[in-house]
Structures are given as C-alpha cells and as structure tokens.
C-alpha cells in the first residue's frame, strides 16, 4: 500500500506528531498489529460518509480504510554525499510514496533548533537542498550513458536523454522535479528514475498551540505556505504537541477540546485528509452485508482492479459493478428509491471508480 513519510530536521516535532499518530491508531480495536513496525503509524481515515450509510443500510458495524504513516530518521547535513545516516536517509525517503515535510515553527528558548532560530524557510531549503544534490548525483551518473545510446537513434535513449536535458538544469538551479511538467511519455520515464524531488510534498509547520484556530494569521505558517504555493505544493498548519494530547482523548472529549481551541477538526485529520489526496487515494464503500465498510483504491483505477482489493477472487471472476454513488444514496435516502430514481448503475470492465461509490460486485466463483 501507499505510505506517506515524515521528514524534517532534528527538533521540529516529528516524533511528536508520529507519536501523535500512533496513539490514534493505537485506538483502533480493529488493527491490532497496528504496533509491528515501529517506524510505521497506522491511523483510520476519518470520513463522515460511513455514519450516514450506516444509517440508510443498517449494519453490525462501521469499518473505516486505514492510512500508513513512516517515520523517517532524521536527516543529517551531508546527506547526499553518502555520509552515515546520511545514506540511510535517503534510502528511506525513496521508498515512500510522498514526503510530509515537516517544519519548526514555534518559538520555545528551552528547545534548540539546529540553526538556532525559528526560521522554516531555512529548515525547507537545508532538507531540498539534500534531495536535490542526490537527485543531481543520480542523473549526472546516468547522464552520459544515456547520452551515447542516444547517439545510435537509440529511440527509448533519445527520449530519456530529452527528459535528463530537461530535469538536470532545474535541479543544477535547485529546484525540485515536481515542479517541471511532463507530457505523458515523459512521465512515465521521470517515474522510472526514482527521483526524490519528484515525490509529491506536502509542507507541515509545527506551529504554536496558540495559533491553531487561525494558522493564516501565524507568520511562520505564512512563510511555509507561501514558500509551498510558489512549488504547486499544499501546507498545513498543525501543533504537534497538542495533537498528542487529543488523541488521547475519547470522541467526546475530542470534541470538546477542539471546540474549546476553536476548530472543527483535528490537525491529524486534516493531516490524514491531505496525505491521501497527495497520493492520489480515494474512497469506496461496500455496504449491505455484515459490515458498512471503506476501502482505499488509487484514483484511475477500473472496477475489476478495485474488487482485486476486496479478494483477488473478485478481480479474476468480475463480472460487473452495481453502483450508487454517495451523493444519490444521500439524497434518495434509501436503495429502493435510488433503484426507483434509476440512479443504481451496472458497470462493466471499463468503469473507472469513482470517490464515494457504494459498489456491490458480481463476480463469477
Ligand atoms: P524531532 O527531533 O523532530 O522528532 O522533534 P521532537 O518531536 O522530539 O520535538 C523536539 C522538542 O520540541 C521536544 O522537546 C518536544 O516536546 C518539543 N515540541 C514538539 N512540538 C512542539 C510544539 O508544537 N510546541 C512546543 N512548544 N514544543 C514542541
């Protein structure tokens, strides 16, 4: 499955906010080997749609889909010339699918930050800077071998060559991959380099308690959020600190104490939210059975490819998708009048799933 790793310097409050994550997993009596991989925070994925499902077609129970956080061990400068941990580092960001990128933006005297300051535009640019230099490394080995297939019309090493020309400048000016554009084929072979500047980002700055019922008014927030609009990138502003304390809270009091702060939902869910649709995830449900139950699928992907994450028994005998979307089982409010509106689709082979569908598949045993 598709993880999110969390990545920042020394002091930012990243093992808070995993500690964060992982007590709120920890509550999910559901997942009890949550805890086997210490680097990895297993946590629900919030969703609103599953009560009111549940509430049309009454079930023994609500499952929600789950998201995987990595811990990544903290970074050290020099990264990128292979130094110790260093090497590690690296190594770990590239086996995540999507970078959260965490940022110090509280000012606390009793914590040193490693520039002693509070300045997270400083912080963003010391960890870029790292992945730019090891990108750089791997393009400039690949480079010339490339570059002498492609003397032979070589068509596939033509067409890398097009791409390395395009991606070895931007980085040798510091920018990230993400922020080139691609055509289709390109894409497809920026993919295959395996290039950590390309991993979307999403920027987290650690912001004081204070300011988390109006991040936009926070001037580190502002830098943080500016600095990721000018990249196409999203940023959040969260506390670490009290995130761990409200997960450990019960629902009830998960309510209270954000209503007292002056929000709606919690940082981590917010976190959560922004993670999944960095990485392109989306939302299923099955419903009807024992269970009302979400599912996480990428978004692209046909019905058949979607049951094969139900049972691989599903994808091998499909044979269609009965479907109702969450909107029109909301606003229809139970199956017999969405099936009386014509609102209960059939689908083929083909369809490509959308976020929120209800799906009952048919499939051959
Ligand atoms: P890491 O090295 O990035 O994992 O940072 P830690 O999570 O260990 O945090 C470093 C220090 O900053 C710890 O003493 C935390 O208690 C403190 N800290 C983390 N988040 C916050 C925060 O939001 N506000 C304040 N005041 N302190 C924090």
Redesign the pocket.
């Given at each position: 499955s598709l993880t999110a790793g969390i990545v920042?310097?020394?002091?930012?409050?990243?093992?808070?906010?995993?500690n964060a994550i992982t007590k709120a997993g920890a509550e999910m009596a559901n997942y009890p080997f949550a805890t086997i991989d210490p680097n990895v925070g297993m946590v629900e994925v919030p969703d609103k749609r599953l009560a009111r499902i549940d509430e049309l077609i009454p079930a023994k129970k609500i499952i929600h889909t789950t998201f995987e956080f990595t811990d990544i061990a903290?970074i050290v400068k020099g990264a990128s010339k292979g130094e110790g941990l260093g090497n590690k580092f690296l190594e770990n960001i590239r086996q995540v699918d999507a970078i959260i990128h965490?940022v110090r933006a509280?000012a606390?005297d009793?914590?040193t930050s490693v520039t002693g300051t509070v300045d997270p535009l400083d912080d963003i640019e010391t960890i870029n800077l790292e992945l730019v230099l090891a990108d750089l490394d791997s393009i400039n080995k690949r480079y010339e071998r490339v570059k002498k297939v492609a003397r032979t019309r070589d068509k596939e090493a033509v067409a890398e060559l097009e791409v390395l020309d395009k991606i070895k400048p931007a980085l040798e000016d510091g920018q990230p991959v993400r922020s080139l554009e691609f055509d289709e084929d390109q894409a497809k072979i920026v993919k295959g380099l395996f290039l950590l500047t390309a991993k979307p980002v999403l920027y987290v700055a650690?912001?004081?308690?204070e300011s988390m019922a109006d991040p936009d008014s926070d001037q580190y927030y502002q830098v943080v959020r500016d600095y990721a609009q000018k990249e196409g990138a999203q940023a959040l502003g969260i506390?670490?600190?009290?995130e761990e304390e409200i997960a450990e809270l019960d629902d009830d009091d998960k309510k209270d104490f954000l209503a007292a702060e002056g929000v709606s939902e919690s940082g981590l869910d917010r976190l959560i939210q922004a993670s999944y649709s960095l990485l392109g995830l989306a939302t299923f449900f099955t419903a009807g059975g024992k269970e009302t139950r979400a599912w996480t699928f990428k978004r692209g992907m046909k019905a058949p490819q979607v049951a094969g994450i139900i049972h691989s028994d599903f994808e091998r005998g499909f044979i269609r998708a009965e479907t109702v979307s969450f909107a029109d089982l909301d606003h229809y409010g139970s199956m017999q009048a969405v099936r009386e509106a014509g609102r209960l689709r059939s689908e083929g082979k083909e369809y490509v799933v959308q976020d929120g569908d209800i799906i009952e598949f048919r499939f051959n045993v």
């Open positions: 920042g310097l020394p002091n930012v409050g990243k093992s808070t906010l995993f903290g965490v509280f606390d009793e914590i650690n912001i004081a308690e506390s670490a600190k009290t």
